[in-house]
């Protein structure tokens, strides 16, 4: 798993603050940028507004994680379906960015095996930035405890804003 | 069980017990050691460096908001990521690590009264309030020395339990580096034991082998011996008995009769030197095992009749009588004539020779139980307790037996012969004996259907 969050933070201390684009208000603008290929290369996106998103099949987990204190309800579309926009043969790796830069790798394969969601709700309410969202990759880990492990709980992104499809 | 096993089992199971044990000790520590793995994205240093990096952006966007390069949204997002952030720290399992890590986290509280009192002030923010927003990143900026302690003593606290583990490994690695070792050596010990013990077994086995073809060498030189010895005897004997029998069929009224007596001695003398010889070959026969049987069905009646008169001069010689009691003329068995008149005779001169001058020998032949028995019984001095078990051993004679002084040569072999001819028969042969009474011998065979 590749952590870019070190690097990241050397870069903001060395002045470097990327510029942000996003505002949470209105239910039409960006949530979420699926692009295709590396993060700083040029490639096929989509851009997501919740509105889009809400428009989805959703998809209902109710699970416990590392950062929830009980089982909880989220709802979502499936990661899958997202990154069907623009992933091509032999892609294998999704690239996940958060708000604050955190990025962390997972295989397409989790989203294949697993119906792993990007939650919209938290128990049926929009989640605010405050409260992790307003994306927040989930996975069913009750339902297959197998995915308790820190390398699944590393993959569950909250504020996510972008994902990259890479082979 | 012998010793050395109980021993190599006993290594045997130390070395198994101290494998199990290290195996448990290490699956132990592995789940330990997954848990500060540095790694681990959600690990507790990753927490209080995200703080800091968190409270840096919010400290920089205020910065550049009163700069005028960033909005106000801008600053309310990384406010709002701050106190995402401040709140997830309060709980999960990271939370439950820095707990126990035991680290003054005083200041993450601070921050929070922070957040809670300027929340309102961020929200309003405009052009006007820019110069107020350096005094806010100020409030901001001066809580990163603090965060910065709380991540070292982090970093620290999961580097010591690192090291702890470190620490415990190395000794379960030290401890299984000498099970290793003894291992090892208890292998070896094994191995050694074994290479040992095989060679001791090869060592015996090749003793015993050696025995037994010196033994089996030995009889053989034994049997081929005996069989030299009758066939020399045998020539000069048959020469012998046809001159002795020419005589006495030429002796006449005119011979003196101390001359008739004497030819008379040589044809006894030499009738049993002939049954001797005979027994001798027979013994030959059965140690090499190359006895055959020509059966037929006969009366045993005339076959006993006919032993009784052939048999009668030996016994006369003892000044024994043979006489036949009770002949059961209608009994019939399937057997070699010539094997079981060998049996009759042998049991005739034992008895003969066995038996006080004056005494009867008795014969007799009844139906038992669905069994032809034949009994030969004398009054002589009877078999002694000590030696009843053993004689129908081959060569087994009773040294001390006062008749052998007076029967002359005697080979033993007698009663194994009978022995032997009567079970080729299917039957068996037993005695009743009393010491000084007298013995009698029942040949038990099945009759002839």
């Known amino acids: ?167 | 069980m012998t010793r050395f096993d109980r021993i190599r089992w006993l290594v045997f199971a130390v070395v198994i017990a101290g494998m199990a044990a290290s195996v448990v000790a290490l699956v132990g520590m592995r789940d330990g050691m997954r848990e500060i793995g540095l790694e681990n994205p959600n690990g507790p240093i990753w927490f209080t460096t995200g703080v800091e990096y968190d409270v840096a952006r919010v400290e920089g966007t205020l910065t550049d908001f009163a700069r005028g390069s960033a909005g106000q949204d801008e600053v309310a997002l990384r406010f709002d990521i701050l106190w995402s952030r401040l709140s997830q720290i309060g709980k999960g399992a990271a939370a439950q690590k820095l707990d126990g890590y035991d680290i003054d986290v005083t200041a993450y509280d601070d921050l929070r009264a922070l957040l809670t009192r300027v929340e309102g002030q961020v929200a309003t923010l405009d052009d006007v309030a820019r110069r107020e927003a350096f005094a806010l990143a100020d409030e901001f900026r001066a809580f990163l020395p603090g965060l910065r302690q709380i991540s070292l003593a982090t970093l620290d606290a999961s580097a010591a339990e690192a090291t702890g583990w470190r620490d415990r490994l190395l000794s379960v690695s030290d401890n299984s580096l000498i099970l290793s070792g003894a291992l090892g050596v208890g292998v070896l010990l094994l191995a050694f034991g074994f290479a040992l013990e095989s060679q001791h077994t090869r060592r015996e086995l090749r003793l015993k082998k050696a025995l037994l073809e010196e033994a089996q060498v030995a009889d053989l030189a034994k049997t081929q011996f005996i069989a030299v010895v009758n066939h020399e005897l045998r020539g000069p004997l048959s020469t012998l008995n046809s001159a002795i029998y020419a005589l006495d069929i030429s002796v006449g009224k005119d011979m003196p009769p101390k001359f008739v007596k004497l030819v008379r001695t040589a044809r006894t003398g030499s009738a049993q030197l002939t049954s001797l010889v005979n027994d001798l070959l027979e013994a030959d026969t059965y140690a090499t095992g190359q006895s055959d049987y020509a059966f037929e069905t006969a009366g045993l009646a005339e076959l006993l009749k006919a032993q009784i008169s052939v048999n009668q001069p030996y016994a006369r010689a003892f000044g024994v009588e043979i006489v036949a009691e009770e002949l059961d003329r209608d009994l019939r068995v399937d057997g070699d004539l010539r094997r079981l008149g060998q049996v009759v005779s042998n049991l005739l001169t034992n008895a003969a020779k066995f038996s006080n001058p004056g005494d009867k020998v008795s014969v007799s032949l009844k139906r038992v139980g669905g069994k032809v028995v034949l009994a030969v019984k004398d009054t002589g001095r009877g078999i002694p307790e000590a030696l009843r078990e053993r004689i129908f051993e081959r060569f087994f004679q009773a040294d001390d037996a006062p008749g052998r002084e007076r029967s002359g040569i005697g080979l033993g072999i007698g009663l194994s012969i009978v022995r032997s001819v009567v079970e080729a028969h299917r039957g068996e042969v037993t005695f009743e004996s009393t010491p000084g009474r007298g013995t009698t011998f029942f040949v038990r065979l099945p009759e002839a259907a």
Not at chain 1, 90 to 114: H, K, R
Not at chain 1, 118 to 129: Q, T
Not at chain 1, 130 to 136: C, Q
């Open chain 1, 1 to 167: 798993m590749k952590i870019s969050y070190l690097l990241t933070a050397a870069l903001l201390f060395a002045g470097t603050v990327q510029a942000e684009t996003s505002d949470t208000g209105k239910a039409s603008d960006t949530v979420l940028m699926v692009h295709h290929g590396a993060a700083t290369e040029a490639g096929r996106s989509v851009a997501f507004s919740m509105e889009q998103l809400r428009a989805l099949q959703q998809t209902t987990i109710v699970t416990t994680n590392e950062f929830v204190e009980k089982a909880t309800s989220f709802s979502g579309p499936l990661l899958r379906d997202l990154v069907a926009e623009v992933a091509e043969d032999g892609d294998s790796t999704l690239t996940l960015t958060a708000l604050n830069d955190y990025q962390v790798e997972m295989p397409i394969a989790d989203s294949l095996d697993y119906d792993v969601i990007v939650a919209l709700e938290r128990d049926g309410a929009p989640m605010s930035v405050r409260e992790n969202g307003p994306l927040w990759i989930i996975y069913p880990m009750t339902d297959h405890p197998e995915l308790n492990d820190a390398v699944y709980s590393g993959r569950l992104v909250w504020q996510l804003v972008q994902i990259d499809v890479q082979p």
